[in-house]
């Protein structure tokens, strides 16, 4: 973790990212709405460290990292990868950038292909990162299984003869193996147990140390968050609603959604039993409703300090500290409402 | 919630012994291999272990909802309100399952029929065991769906479950399981598939339910945040058998038993940052294939020679904290019970 901010060129920006979905109805499958799944993101992760990007199911977290990969293609806004502009590149273009930056998935099972060894899924990253000789290939597979801890007659193995930590070490090596530069960890360890998750949280931080990886690490387990990332940005119906280092964002979360993710994460604590169970009486449960897209906040109507200024409220971020940030014009005041 | 001293008294559930196999092929697993546990009145219970430890098997074999063969009680005694549920025939066991002990699942969607609505999926909880007219039924159910904290409940009685949200479907299960006053219900991870501000609100909801209806809680769960936030004791399973048993500021406080303290060491948080985790080595023992003596013992940094021979008795550390490691407790400076 560092203490200055990083001024090097971030090896991922984006600004503005939009992704929409189209909702369809009828029997024509007519288009009627579109879901507004990724609003305006920007985001940046400076070279070897951890951007924690959080909110619950359906704000939009994932969407934003499969577009970010070009998996899935934005309706408007700029990602640059390393400095380059990556957003409107072509398929053939986008190969080379590709092999930069990889995923780790939830569910590693589902991700591996349950015919294929471990050892040929690995491997036929190698092929794609234009490695030839079948000999090098096998040499380069078992030490990126011993890079992840596992043995490297693991390689003879298919998907099912592991345990689900195991299997996560392996969709680490398969990420690893085309060497990239920014890791996109989407939800890599809600799967597994209790006692595995702490091996492949120190895994990953083993990884970052020794390669000088970069990682966008999704989740909603804000533990885990507060534990591993140097930044974290708090995303809610398409929209980041705060960003801050992420000693800051505990200490002092400002936006009021921020709040009541943090009050309601379950701490290994007897003592704060009554503390957060005060917190959360009587609270309407509200979702946002991306279809909608309101003008105003999207967390208006669940919002405890709404008024009526909450209904027209520019979309932008407002600074608070040196790198914090909140959509919340009232809430970057210096007045703690708390 | 009750204080521990209440439960002095003759417990509402208790389990002696019991042990479920499940029989494969050519293999026995031992699921659940001599467990005790009780359940005072008005005590919220957690049964915390990770996947495959046997928690939800226990809680199955309290409803006799064991599915035999492959599954089998062999042995034990599982003593509700002075009689044995073990030996009861599924005729009269019928007339205590939904009505004096409920059930709540994991996943609301899958536990719901899609196709029948709201009112009548409660209402036929409701009709099985007390047959009463449409009309005082109707009122039931709009005053159940009231107590579970759902907005404008006539309006909801003509939905289907894929109307309404997450969290709204839990509290519908919810309402079912309270339909006929249980004295205890058996919540089997209730919040494991809702969002972190979702999960809060049920918790709560649990407690406020609790309170004002003086029931018995069994809850069942792999998450040690949810387990300080709500339980008054503890039983923590591993491999079929329980290894420790406390209160709940007991347990967080000093925990005896090296599975628990592995655990507790090996959760992140932000106030771990920059530290390594501890992590538990090598994975949960397949139940068909378990190790001998102590069947922690191959993960265990305490274990000495007789751990691999010897089953651990348990170990009384007084005020109701038990701990299967005669280990630690020689260590403690006390003497073990042969």
Redesign the interface.
């Known amino acids: ?1 560092k203490d200055r901010p990083n001024t090097e060129t971030p090896i991922l920006q984006v600004s503005g990212l939009k992704k929409y979905f189209p909702v369809r109805r009828g029997f024509f499958q007519r288009i009627s709405g579109w879901i507004h799944a990724v609003d305006g993101v920007d985001l940046s992760v400076p070279p070897g460290e951890t951007l924690g990007l959080v909110g ?2 359906g704000c939009g977290k994932s969407t934003v990292a499969r577009t970010v990969l070009r998996l899935l293609d934005p309706e408007a806004g700029s990602i640059r990868f390393d400095g380059e502009e990556i957003s409107d590149l072509t398929e053939a273009e986008l190969k080379p950038v590709r092999r930069k930056m990889q995923i780790v998935f939830q569910d590693p099972y589902g991700s591996l292909n349950p015919r294929m060894t471990v050892g040929q899924s690995i491997a036929e990253g190698l092929r794609a990162f234009g490695i030839r000789s079948a000999a090098k290939r096998q040499s380069r597979t078992a030490e990126l299984l011993e890079m992840v801890g596992l043995s490297a007659d693991s390689a003879e193995r298919f998907p099912h003869e592991f ?1 689900g ?2 299997r996560q070490r392996v969709g680490i090596a398969r990420a690893l193996s085309v060497e990239p530069e920014l890791v996109i960890c989407d939800e890599p360890i809600s799967a597994l ?7 492949i ?2 895994l990953l ?1 083993d990884l970052q140390e020794r390669l000088g990886l970069s990682y966008l690490f999704i989740s ?1 387990d ?3 968050v ?3 990332c140097d930044r974290v940005a708090v995303m809610y119906a398409g929209k980041i609603m705060e960003e801050a280092p ?2 800051a964002l ?1 200490e002092d979360p400002r936006h009021p959604y921020t709040r ?2 943090l ?11 009554s503390r ?2 005060e917190a ?2 009587g ?3 509200a ?1 946002p409703r991306p279809e909608a897209a309101p003008e105003g906040c999207p967390f208006l109507s669940a919002c405890e300090d709404r008024d009526a200024s909450c209904e027209h409220l520019e979309d932008a971020l407002y600074p608070v500290a040196e790198g914090h940030l909140v959509r919340c014009p009232k809430a970057s005041g210096k007045v703690d409402s708390a | 919630m009750a204080s521990t001293e209440d439960n002095a008294g003759t417990p509402l559930l208790s389990v002696e012994d019991l042990r479920v196999y499940f029989h494969g092929d050519d293999t026995v697993s031992r699921a659940v291999d001599g467990i005790d546990f009780t359940v005072g009145p008005r005590e919220t219970v957690c049964l915390v272990g ?2 495959g430890c046997g928690k939800t098997v226990s809680a199955l074999a309290v409803l006799g909802l064991i599915p035999t063969p492959p599954g089998r009680i062999v042995s034990g005694r599982i003593v509700f309100a002075g009689t044995d549920l073990a030996k009861m025939e599924e005729e009269e066991l019928r007339k205590i399952r939904g009505n004096r002990i409920a059930m709540v699942f994991q996943e609301p969607l899958t536990s719901l029929n899609p196709v029948f609505t709201i009112e009548d999926q409660i209402s036929e909880a409701i009709r099985i065991h007390h047959p009463m007219s449409e009309e005082a039924l109707r009122r039931r159910c709009v005053e159940l769906l009231g107590d579970v ?1 759902i ?1 404008s409940p006539e309006d909801r009685l003509s939905d289907y479950p894929h109307q309404l ?1 997450g ?2 479907r839990q509290r519908v299960m919810i309402a079912m399981a309270l339909a006929c006053d249980p004295e205890l219900i058996i919540a089997d991870e209730p919040t494991t598939a809702l ?7 049920i ?2 909801l649990f ?1 406020s339910i609790q309170l004002r209806r003086s029931m018995s809680i069994l809850y069942i769960t ?9 339980a008054d004791r503890v039983y923590v399973m591993y491999a079929g058998i329980i290894v420790e048993q406390a209160g ?2 007991q347990l ?1 406080g000093s925990a005896k038993h090296p599975y628990t303290q ?3 060491a ?5 106030s ?3 530290q ?5 080595p090598g ?2 023992p397949n139940p068909a294939r378990k190790p001998s003596g102590c069947p922690f013992h191959p993960r265990c940094g305490h274990a000495i020679a007789s751990c691999r021979t010897e089953y651990p008795p348990m170990c009384d550390y007084g005020q109701g904290h038990f701990a299967r490691c005669p280990v630690l407790f020689e260590s403690a400076g006390r003497k073990v019970p042969r």
């Open positions: 973790m619950e199911s345990s930590g195991q147990d209790v006692s595995i998750q702490a091996q949280i120190n931080k909603h804000l533990n885990v507060g534990y591993l992420a000693m505990f009541k993710l009050s309601a994460i379950p701490e290994p604590d007897p003592s704060r039993k957060a169970a959360l009486q609270e309407p449960e979702e | 990770e996947s904290g907005s949200s969290g709204q969002d972190v501000t979702v999960q809060s609100q918790l709560m407690s792999h998450d040690l945040g949810v387990v300080a936030g709500v709940t500021v967080f592995g655990l507790l090996s959760l992140p948080s932000r771990r940052r920059g390594r985790l501890y992590s538990i994975s949960v």
